[in-house]
T-cell receptor
Framework: AQKVTQAQTEISVVEKEDVTLDCVYE???????LFWYKQPPSGELVFLIR??????QNEISGRYSWNFQKSTSSFNFTITASQVVDSAVYFC???????????FGAGTRLTVKP | DTGVSQDPRHKITKRGQNVTFRCDPI?????LYWYRQTLGQGPEFLTY????????KSRLLSDRFSAERPKGSFSTLEIQRTEQGDSAMYLC??????????FGQGTRLTVV
């Protein structure tokens, strides 16, 4: 069975600090996909990144970076120089190759204070 | 067409009433998903369509819930005889077969 754990329920930082959101997953499949979504107060889930299980290269997109480590079943998300607009709930999700759904973690609420 | 749209955004209904929500996916997307999200939790999968065929339903989708996607375009989710436990955000998402899903803004249901 697939499972996603986001152990950090809430994180609060001051603007310009770096912050890392943790995601640990469980799956028996060798082929799977990992995702991060952002949910701002407006409620819409915004897609950030999709990574397949065969691509362990770290990804950087502006202030965002992702660290995928199969050895520890983790797919962590780092925001560098955080900004107030980064305040949101962030979800990590897993989709197995033959599954038709994404399994989401419970989310991490990030608050960036000015 | 800039994204997935859902209607209504908010719905308040009395217990026992029926409600119907609509989702218009991104036009070229052949997959459509319904998720439910309660406060403080991540979205939970309800059902998904590939074109007009409903291919999977979660155990969360009780007999009071029904979803349709006529002609493989928009989709509707109906809840009959609503209960207070049905209060949640109902999210629709669409995707191409091998790509990531894009979500709508959701319909927030409150059953009083």
């Amino acid at each position: 069975a697939q499972k996603v754990t986001q152990a950090q329920t809430e994180i609060s930082v001051v603007e310009k600090e770096d912050v890392t959101l943790d995601c640990v997953y469980e799956t028996r499949d060798t082929t799977y996909y990992l995702f991060w979504y952002k949910q701002p107060p407006s409620g819409e889930l915004v897609f950030l990144i999709r990574r397949n299980s065969f691509d362990e290269q770290n990804e950087i997109s502006g202030r965002y970076s992702w660290n995928f480590q199969k050895s520890t079943s983790s797919f962590n998300f780092t925001i560098t120089a955080s900004q107030v607009v980064d305040s949101a709930v962030y979800f990590c999700a897993l989709s197995e190759e033959w599954a038709n759904d994404m399994r989401f973690g419970a989310g991490t609420r990030l608050t960036v204070k000015p | 067409d800039t994204g997935v749209s859902q209607d209504p955004r908010h719905k308040i209904t009395k217990r026992g009433q029926n409600v119907t929500f609509r989702c218009d996916p991104i036009s070229e997307h052949n997959r459509l998903y319904w998720y439910r999200q309660t406060l403080g939790q991540g979205p939970e999968f309800l059902t998904y369509f590939q074109n007009e065929a409903q291919l999977e339903k979660s155990r969360l989708l009780s007999d009071r819930f029904s979803a349709e996607r006529p002609k493989g375009s928009f989709s509707t989710l109906e809840i009959q005889r609503t209960e207070q436990g049905d209060s949640a955000m109902y999210l629709c998402a669409s995707s191409l077969i091998t790509d990531e899903a894009f979500f709508g803004q959701g319909t927030r249901l409150t059953v009083v």
